[in-house]
């Protein structure tokens, strides 16, 4: 209650992106000065899941998107994210799109955002990554790494491009994860199709440094094309599938006609997508069985959400959104729930 009140009183005055860049700030300087390490899950207070050869502390992790740089993946570890999925990073920094480009959908509880993988590129975060395990040996969540296509790469030479960032950065990574899927990238999203998927596919695991890999998938896809990206997985024997990415649709909102328009084009987060995305994790399950690992995200909100998804066959479980409308103990309290 404490926290949605800051939500809505204070934090909705200011602009969702500085608003985002200050809470990054501030858990790493509560991290700095130990404030954080006093709210850390202790071995018994969650389950351990096994997972693509790693061991997770628990079942939810924080997604790609909020930690693009890893800047903070100390600090989020310690407020009960299992793991952080950090990125998308791409192998050429960039800017991203122009501002703004990061709405809350308040009526809703979700974001609209087209921040086209805006990261300081593959190099400099190695170079972080490197220093980070260096000093902190112990004590990490598991670090998962979403690699993307850099905007100038023309999407013939996609392949080329995410071997470059998987190179640098599957020694750092526990598992690399593929990112074919947001709708912020010109002509990324064409690329889930399975003969532009595959060299990719191929070209990350021939770099992976035989760490787990995974692809990432979009709500929107055809069912039957949900089914042929897990066929490609299962045949070139990757770790899994995270499903699901942002959705571009707009359908059945609470919020305004004219807010929706006014925040314009960009992938859809948070509750609304709770549907679709327990849909394709049902869907992968009855087809892959346990031959993959499934990663469900989604307007997974609360541990009902997150126990709905690992009954559903969810191997771990995901979220984002709901840290901006929950708050900074939502990965602690989903952790802490037992089934």
């Known amino acids: 209650m404490f926290y949605s009140l800051i939500l809505r009183v204070f934090f909705v005055r200011f602009k969702p992106e500085t608003i985002h860049h200050a809470v990054v700030a501030g858990i790493r300087f509560a991290r700095a000065i130990g404030l954080t390490s006093l709210?850390?899950?202790g071995p018994s207070e969650t389950d351990t899941i096994e997972a693509f050869g790693l061991e997770f502390k628990g079942p939810f992790g924080l997604a790609a998107g909020f930690d693009k740089n890893a800047l903070a993946i100390r600090a989020l570890g310690d407020l009960g994210f299992s793991h952080v999925e950090i990125g998308t990073v791409t192998a050429l920094a960039q800017p991203g799109n122009p501002k703004?480009?990061?709405?809350?959908?308040?009526?809703?509880?979700?974001?609209v955002n087209r921040m086209g993988f805006n990261n300081a590129g593959a190099a400099a975060i190695a170079e972080r990554l490197a220093k980070l395990r260096a000093k902190n040996p112990k004590n990490l969540p598991i670090i998962g790494i979403n690699i993307g296509?850099?905007?100038?790469?023309?999407?013939?030479?996609?392949?080329?491009?995410?071997?470059f960032s998987a190179k640098l950065?599957?020694?750092?990574?526990?598992?690399?994860?593929?990112?074919?899927?947001?709708p912020n990238t010109?002509?990324?999203?064409?690329?889930?199709?399975?003969?532009?998927?595959?060299?990719?596919?191929?070209a990350v695991l021939a770099e992976s440094s035989s760490k787990p890999v995974l692809v990432k998938i979009a709500p929107d896809l055809a069912d039957e094309d949900v089914i042929a990206v897990a066929d490609l997985a299962i045949r070139l024997k990757l770790a899994g599938i995270i499903a699901t990415n942002t959705t571009i649709s707009r359908a059945n909102l609470k919020t305004?006609?004219?807010?929706?328009?006014?925040?314009?084009?960009?992938g859809l987060s948070g509750a609304p997508l709770k549907a679709r995305s327990l849909e394709v994790l049902k869907l992968l399950k009855g087809h892959v069985g346990d031959r993959?690992?499934?990663i469900?995200?989604?307007?997974?909100?609360?541990?009902?959400?997150?126990?709905?998804?690992?009954?559903?066959?969810?191997?771990?479980?995901?979220?984002?959104?709901?840290?901006?409308?929950?708050?900074?103990?939502?990965?602690?309290?989903?952790?802490?729930?037992?089934?």
């Open 256 to 266: 305004p006609a004219g807010a929706i328009e006014k925040a314009g084009d960009g």
């Open 169 to 182: 950065l599957a020694p750092l990574a526990d598992y690399l994860a593929v990112n074919v899927s947001s």
């Open 39 to 41: 709210v850390r899950l």
């Open 100 to 111: 703004p480009r990061l709405f809350r959908l308040l009526a809703d509880r979700a974001l």
């Open 186 to 202: 010109p002509g990324l999203r064409s690329l889930q199709s399975v003969e532009a998927l595959e060299p990719i596919l191929k």
């Open 149 to 163: 296509k850099s905007k100038a790469t023309p999407v013939a030479e996609a392949a080329e491009d995410y071997r």
């Open 292 to 294: 993959l690992a499934i």
């Open 296 to 339: 469900a995200v989604g307007g997974v909100e609360t541990p009902e959400d997150s126990q709905e998804r690992m009954k559903a066959g969810a191997t771990l479980v995901q979220g984002y959104t709901g840290f901006i409308y929950i708050g900074p103990f939502w990965a602690r309290r989903i952790n802490r729930a037992k089934a």
